[in-house]
């Protein structure tokens, strides 16, 4: 497995932009599938995006197509969600997530699929 920490939530305001990191230890991490996932009170872990081992492949939810983008620079070990024009409605905790099943990425959508967990970001937005 390997350990993930996120970094880059705060308070941002209706509209704005954040760059949510995950760093991972691990010299394997490269062969991980990585997600982001969102919960917020009251509600189910909710999935937002894949990323497959080497990047080609990704998912976004439609709930956030067309503002999220995840990425990976492998060299660094590390899985990126940029954020744009964020909503109230993105208000919650976010947690990157890595995956080791041996199975399409566009398979891994549930927070089954993933067996190794970020401690979560806060992210707020303010209406």
């Known amino acids: 497995q390997v350990q993930l920490v996120e970094s880059g939530g705060g308070l941002v305001q209706a509209g704005g932009s954040l760059r949510l990191s995950c760093a991972a230890s691990?010299?394997?991490?490269?062969?991980?599938?990585m997600g982001w996932f969102r919960q917020a009170p009251g509600k189910e872990r909710e999935l937002i995006a894949v990323i497959s081992w080497s990047g080609p492949y990704t998912y976004h939810a439609d709930s956030v197509k067309g503002r999220f983008t995840i990425s990976r620079d492998n060299a660094k070990n590390t899985v990126y969600l940029e954020m744009n024009s964020l909503k109230h409605d993105d208000t919650a905790v976010y947690y990157c997530?890595?995956?080791?099943?041996?199975?399409?990425?566009?398979?891994?959508?549930?927070?089954?699929?993933?067996?190794?967990w970020g401690q979560g970001t806060q992210v707020t937005v303010s209406s």
């Open positions: 997530a890595a995956s080791s099943k041996i199975v399409p990425t566009r398979n891994l959508r549930s927070p089954a699929d993933f067996n190794s």
């Open positions: 691990g010299r394997t991490f490269g062969s991980y599938a």
